[in-house]
């Protein structure tokens, strides 16, 4: 890894560099009405994960990177596609080899592993305008940056889960609304017993599946600062929430395809034939359903809320400048103009979410209407468990809960023996 004082040169000059060309461009980017600036000039690489052919890489590479060239006439963008299966490997590579791009799209999961490493400028102290855009955007996406005490980059797109139903099948459980409470979902379940229906169905216990449920019923997985498990992923409000899981699947009101395994039918085919009467899932699911299902008419709603609220989980991409970068100036403008509002919303249109709070649900529905239920679940979402260890930390998660709700051990003793692995986990990166 570098030196500690390798990557504090760097570091230094952008935040001159950065003061010395403010001028070139707003705090949120560069409008679409500003007078073309030479105040940077240079190359500027991003690498990132858009499909071949998908209409977010074209309006990248055909709207987005040619509008930010016209502003800026001596830099030239260069777009660099890696499928999102090799992305991470590449970063990786290309970490220990000190040959990273400018910018990149990384996943959320992956910013903490690689400020860990060394290798992404934390942003909150080389950008000056930094305050400014973590100001207009979303909290949840937001926090998937934050490492320790710093933020190593900012959202770039966004998506959460939100509970999405099936009305007829609502209606041959009794009811025409969905739930909107912990207690209307078990209630719900206790009225399957003969339907041909599951009150709802998911098909996993990872992080992505169960952690809206543990957080609004209260529970969480550690500490805010990352440091221990204990009393968290083995609190009361966590275990109730293993408990109400593991007693809906005894009761068949859970669809048995949570335990994982080959076979079953996914959610994406049992929701719209009436199978399931309630998933939780993203907003790719309407187009999926557009083309799959035409017509079967999907609803959405909040997750049902627990003790503490209704809380659902961020995904997305985050954008990091690397501390390879050798025209952090440029860069550092082009990121704030893919966050600026224009850009945003351009990528709105292909079915990207945008990350801005100032682009509120009346403005989305203009685009997509099924977007407004998105945009409110994001108030309150929350990132996955922002370490470098996550991906273990998932996989612990998803064993124990797992265990607990097939009854091979009682949720407070599955939750305990997770406490005890997540802390063996964090503590390598204390």
Same mark, same amino acid.
């Given at each position: 890894?570098?030196?500690?004082?390798?990557?504090?040169?760097?570091?230094?000059?952008?935040?001159?560099?950065?003061?010395?060309?403010? %001028?070139?461009?707003?705090?949120?980017?560069?409008?679409?009405?500003?007078?073309?600036?030479?105040?940077?000039?240079?190359?500027?690489?991003?690498?990132?994960?858009?499909? &071949? @052919?998908?209409?977010?890489?074209?309006?990248?590479?055909?709207?987005?990177?040619?509008?930010?060239?016209?502003?800026?006439?001596?830099?030239?963008?260069?777009?660099?596609?890696?499928?999102? @299966?090799?992305?991470?490997?590449?970063?990786?590579? &290309?970490?220990a080899g000190e040959q990273l791009p400018d910018l990149v799209r990384s996943d959320i999961i992956w910013v903490?592993?690689?400020?860990?490493?060394?290798?992404?400028?934390?942003?909150?102290?080389?950008?000056?305008?930094?305050?400014?855009?973590?100001?207009?955007?979303?909290?949840?996406?937001?926090?998937?940056?934050?490492?320790?005490?710093?933020?190593?980059?900012?959202?770039?797109?966004?998506?959460?889960?939100?509970?999405?139903?099936? &009305? @007829? =099948?609502?209606?041959?459980?009794?009811?025409? +609304?969905?739930?909107?409470?912990?207690?209307?979902?078990?209630?719900?379940?206790?009225?399957?017993?003969?339907? #041909?229906?599951?009150?709802?169905?998911?098909?996993?216990? #990872?992080?992505?599946?169960?952690?809206?449920?543990?957080?609004?019923?209260?529970?969480?997985?550690?500490?805010?600062?990352?440091?221990?498990?204990?009393?968290?992923?083995?609190?009361?409000?966590?275990? %109730?929430?293993?408990?109400?899981? /593991?007693?809906?699947?005894?009761?068949?009101?859970?669809?048995?395809?949570?335990?994982?395994?080959?076979?079953?039918?996914?959610?994406? @085919?049992?929701?719209?034939? #009436?199978?399931?009467?309630? !998933?939780?899932?993203?907003?790719?699911?309407?187009?999926?359903?557009?083309?799959?299902?035409?017509?079967?008419?999907?609803?959405?709603?909040?997750?049902?809320?627990?003790?503490? #609220?209704?809380?659902?989980?961020?995904?997305?991409?985050?954008?990091?400048?690397?501390?390879?970068?050798?025209?952090? /100036?440029?860069?550092?403008?082009?990121?704030?103009?893919?966050?600026?509002?224009?850009?945003?919303?351009?990528? =709105?249109?292909?079915?990207?979410?945008?990350?801005?709070?100032?682009?509120?649900?009346?403005?989305?529905?203009?685009? +997509?209407?099924?977007?407004?239920?998105?945009?409110?679940?994001?108030?309150? =979402?929350?990132?996955?468990?922002?370490?470098?260890?996550?991906?273990?930390?998932?996989?612990?998660?998803?064993? +124990?809960?797992?265990? %607990?709700?097939?009854?091979?051990?009682?949720?407070?003793? =599955?939750?305990?023996? &997770?406490?005890?692995?997540?802390?063996?986990? !964090? /503590?390598?990166?204390?």
């Amino acid at each position: 890894m570098k030196t500690w004082l390798k990557a504090l040169a760097p570091a230094v000059g952008l935040v001159l560099s950065l003061s010395a060309c403010g %001028a070139a461009g707003t705090a949120m980017g560069t409008s679409a009405s500003q007078a073309p600036s030479a105040a940077i000039s240079g190359s500027v690489t991003f690498w990132h994960a858009y499909s &071949a @052919d998908s209409p977010e890489l074209s309006t990248l590479e055909k709207v987005l990177i040619p509008k930010f060239e016209s502003l800026h006439p001596g830099v030239t963008v260069k777009s660099v596609p890696v499928p999102y @299966d090799s992305l991470h490997q590449k970063l990786v590579t &290309a970490a220990a080899g000190e040959q990273l791009p400018d910018l990149v799209r990384s996943d959320i999961i992956w910013v903490p592993e690689l400020a860990n490493l060394d290798v992404i400028e934390p942003l909150d102290t080389t950008l000056p305008d930094f305050a400014d855009l973590k100001a207009k955007v979303f909290p949840g996406p937001l926090a998937t940056n934050k490492w320790k005490d710093h933020y190593y980059g900012l959202p770039l797109d966004t998506n959460t889960r939100v509970l999405m139903y099936n &009305a @007829d =099948a609502l209606k041959k459980l009794g009811v025409t +609304q969905p739930p909107a409470t912990f207690d209307e979902l078990k209630a719900l379940s206790a009225k399957t017993a003969g339907t #041909g229906v599951f009150a709802y169905a998911e098909g996993g216990t #990872g992080g992505w599946s169960v952690l809206p449920w543990i957080w609004s019923g209260g529970g969480s997985v550690t500490d805010d600062a990352v440091t221990t498990a204990t009393g968290h992923i083995n609190g009361a409000d966590t275990v %109730a929430v293993v408990q109400m899981l /593991a007693d809906m699947l005894k009761q068949k009101g859970i669809s048995d395809i949570i335990l994982g395994g080959q076979g079953g039918t996914k959610t994406s @085919d049992g929701l719209p034939k #009436g199978q399931f009467a309630t !998933i939780l899932d993203g907003p790719w699911m309407f187009p999926i359903m557009k083309s799959q299902y035409p017509n079967f008419d999907l609803k959405t709603a909040p997750i049902p809320a627990g003790k503490a #609220g209704s809380i659902s989980v961020v995904g997305g991409e985050d954008i990091v400048l690397t501390k390879d970068s050798k025209n952090k /100036a440029a860069a550092a403008e082009f990121l704030r103009f893919l966050l600026s509002e224009d850009s945003q919303m351009e990528m =709105a249109k292909t079915g990207q979410m945008p990350v801005l709070s100032s682009i509120t649900a009346d403005k989305l529905n203009a685009i +997509q209407p099924y977007y407004g239920t998105f945009v409110e679940q994001l108030k309150t =979402a929350q990132p996955r468990t922002p370490s470098p260890a996550w991906p273990k930390i998932d996989e612990v998660i998803s064993k +124990q809960v797992l265990t %607990a709700i097939k009854g091979e051990a009682t949720p407070q003793a =599955a939750m305990d023996a &997770a406490a005890t692995q997540i802390n063996a986990l !964090i /503590a390598q990166y204390k």
